[in-house]
């Protein structure tokens, strides 16, 4: 049974281009088309998939300045690729978390969201702002946990409206917008929380980022976030740890990485109160570090599209689908891209030279008059 249904998933795969075709079709000819200009993986046409790649790693390798003029195509190109692949194999929280010792993936990555709930004192008639929401798993489970009322920013169309299916049983909670966190179409002090994460490391300047978070925040109000950093251990003169820093950029859509110094000192040129700041990844129990998620050290039916042999087999099987016709040209490459990131985060895990849970809680000043 657990074979049948391993290489079930990954033949449904298969399936899954023509069944989601299907669905935007029915989708579209009950809208007019100006309603929707939603983008997954499956909707690109077959002869566009591969040009999309081309055009993500073009910008990838013009360089740092590049990709933070470009930041925007940089990453809705990559959530065009990736959002469906990645709910395929990681689900609806696109995060990690630090573990412990006997708990499950999910069970980490829920108490990881419930902490940030418990820094900022979340409770029923709160406002509060989720900063690249992403498809929507962590502010379902936080309305679920809080009561507080969520709005979720995100620039990808599609991602909102699987964040939307995502939340339905907590609609009266949960509401998103379509924008850019770097200019947040809100008003001034609005907001009585926000929270980020993993979602700021695309931001192409972070002091800005920061700032305009601050301005959307009442006086007094706190944000929390978990950040990717390399940390003190990476060596810029090593050139592994230069290998792992560029696969990481590349395979995630990133204009940089930077340290928690650097993340420090945005806070505070932005106008926060730093209130806490600490890598969370050491508190992992030593025998669940958080890139084991990645690797082959725990094995079971919901992780395997995660792990290496996982993620070489769909490989293999979106080969022989694009020989086939099956799937579009170009998607093979899209598995490779985050084959080459996720390989790059678990190596960078290992190495103790990044960390993607660099958590800080930062505090608007109660008597700002921004």
């Not at 074979?3 to 990954?10: H, K, L, T, V």
């Not at 301005?215 to 230069?242: I, K």
């Not at 995660?306 to 293999?316: D, E, H, Q």
Request: net charge neutral.
């Amino acid at each position: 049974m657990r074979a049948r249904n391993f290489y079930g998933s990954f033949l449904s795969m298969f399936y899954f281009w023509k069944n989601r075709a299907n669905h935007q079709n029915d989708r579209m000819s009950r809208m007019p088309a100006k309603q929707s200009n939603s983008r997954s993986l499956a909707d690109l046409a077959q002869d566009e998939v591969k040009s999309v790649v081309d055009e993500y790693t073009a910008i990838c390798d013009a360089g740092i300045e590049s990709r933070k003029e470009h930041y925007q195509s940089l990453v809705n190109h990559y959530y065009d690729l990736a959002t469906d692949f990645y709910e395929f194999g990681w689900g609806q929280s696109f995060h990690f978390a630090p573990r412990q010792r006997g708990e499950s993936f999910k069970a980490s990555l829920l108490r990881h969201q419930r902490f940030l709930a418990d820094r900022l004192a979340l409770k029923p008639g709160m406002q509060v702002l989720d900063v690249g929401c992403g498809v929507g798993g962590p502010m379902g489970n936080l309305a679920r946990y809080s009561g507080a009322s969520f709005v979720g920013i995100n620039n990808h169309p599609y991602q909102i409206e699987r964040a939307k299916a995502h939340t339905r049983d907590f609609q009266s909670l949960c509401r998103f917008i379509r924008g850019d966190y770097m200019q947040i179409p809100e008003g001034d002090n609005h907001y009585d929380a926000a929270f980020a994460i993993e979602s700021m490391p695309h931001a192409p300047d972070k002091t800005a980022a920061f700032r305009e978070i601050l301005r959307v925040l009442r006086p007094g109000a706190c944000f929390a976030s978990y950040d990717w950093c390399l940390t003190e251990d990476f060596d810029p003169r090593n050139m592994e740890h230069l290998r792992i820093k560029k696969d990481i950029i590349m395979g995630t859509a990133l204009p940089d990485i930077g340290s928690p110094a650097e993340i420090c000192a945005a806070l505070s040129a932005a106008g926060f109160e730093l209130l806490e700041a600490r890598d969370l990844a050491p508190e992992s129990d030593p025998a669940m570090p958080w890139h084991r998620a990645l690797q082959s050290r725990d094995l079971s039916l919901a992780s395997i599209p995660r792990t290496p042999v996982g993620r070489a087999l769909l490989n293999l099987a979106l080969m022989f689908g694009e020989k086939i016709r099956a799937v579009p040209q170009g998607t093979a490459m899209v598995s490779t891209l985050l084959n080459r990131g996720a390989d790059a985060l678990a190596k960078g895990g290992e190495s103790g030279v990044f960390t993607p849970m660099f958590f800080f809680l930062a505090r608007k000043p109660p008597h700002s008059g921004d």
